[in-house]
Every structure is written in C-alpha cells, then in structure tokens.
C-alpha cells in the first residue's frame, strides 16, 4: 500500500516507518501520544509548488489551518513560505515563530473588527475576502480608520449552474456556490 507522503512515509513488513525509522521506535523513545512529521516529505511538497511558480510574481502561503504546531509553521518559514490564515489566533501564532507580518494573508468571513485592526497594526500583507461588500459588513473601514491600510483580494467566480446528475434530489440553495443565484446570496453581489 503506497501511503500518504510516500516514499518517506511507508508501510514495510507490517510497520510504519518514517523517512526509514519506524513509528514504532519512535514511540518507545518518545512516548505516546506523538505526532511525526517528513520534512523530506514537506521539502518535497512545497519545492513542487515553489518550481511551478519560479519566475512569476506570487507568495506561496502554507494554510495554517492545516497543522497550526509551531514547529510546522517555523519549517515553512525558515524556507521562505508565507501564511494564510484564518483568525486571530493563527496570526498570534505566525507572529510568535518570527513569521514576516508582510507575507500574511488574512482569510476568512469570520473576522472581528479586534483581528482586523491587530492584524493592520502587524503589517499582514492583505485581506481576502469572499465579497466585496464584506469589506463594509464586517468593519474594515472602522479597523482601517484607527491607522493603517491593506490590500484586499476577493474571490471571482465563473457563473455555471449546477444540476444533479444521478438523484433528483435538491442540494442546499447556498452550497452550489457557482450559480448566478447564489452570486449575490454567497458572494454579495455580482461583479460588473
């Protein structure tokens, strides 16, 4: 069985090895529960990402969400990544690992006016938002208005409908998110 993160995570004989030391003996050595990592697998991941970018202007951010242990997040910043993250205390972190406010990008609809305004006086790179009018809604001119400025990137969406194809049976109105209904329902609005 070919696992994830393969061929430095793999099954052999019945056991679980990582980049050639087995789960087992880590375990022994450090106790349970433990959690274990491939650096080779990580450095793997993200030089394909880094090798399809070069030569285009773009920031490669790891999705804190992810995994949020700052051991993780001090990997990723020591080669160069920058950070999406999601809330308040995703940017605390970033922050305590010595993560580049600069290359923070703030994601999310779920953003108080205290994040917003903490994440402006830290210099994040900028905001993306699922609309527009949330710029309005969720208060970043009243953030923006204690001093300081952002970028703010949204989400654009082609407009396609979406139909079952096997079951006669309706999803959710908001879930097909790429209909031109849902545009102003999910998205606030259409663009143009």
């Not at 349970?32 to 990402?49: D, G, H, I, Q």
């Not at 949020?68 to 950070?83: D, K, M, N, P």
């Not at 940017?91 to 609809?109: C, K, M, N, T, Y």
Request: net charge positive; hydrophobic share 40%; glycine share 10%.
């Amino acid at each position: 069985m070919t696992l994830p993160g393969a061929p430095e995570i793999a099954e052999r004989d019945g056991q679980l090895f990582v980049e050639g030391v087995a789960a087992v003996d880590l375990a022994r050595r450090f106790g349970t529960p433990l959690y274990v990592y491939s650096s080779a697998a990580m450095a793997r991941a993200l030089a394909s990402y880094q090798r399809a970018l070069a030569g285009r202007d773009h920031l490669l951010c790891y999705a804190v969400k992810a995994n949020s242990t700052l051991a993780i997040l001090q990997w990723f910043a020591e080669r160069g990544a920058g950070f999406d993250i999601v809330s308040g205390g995703e940017l605390e972190r970033v922050l305590a690992i010595g993560g580049d406010p600069a290359r923070i990008v703030f994601s999310g609809v779920g953003k108080t006016r205290a994040e917003m305004a903490r994440a402006l006086a830290a210099g994040v790179h900028c905001f993306n938002v699922a609309s527009y009018r949330f710029t309005t809604i969720a208060g970043l001119p009243h953030a923006t208005a204690k001093g300081g400025t952002s970028r703010v990137t949204t989400e654009l969406a082609p407009i396609t409908e979406c139909r079952p194809i096997v079951t006669p049976l309706s999803t959710h109105t908001l879930i097909p998110s790429q209909q031109s209904s849902s545009m102003t329902t999910r998205r606030g609005g259409d663009i143009g």
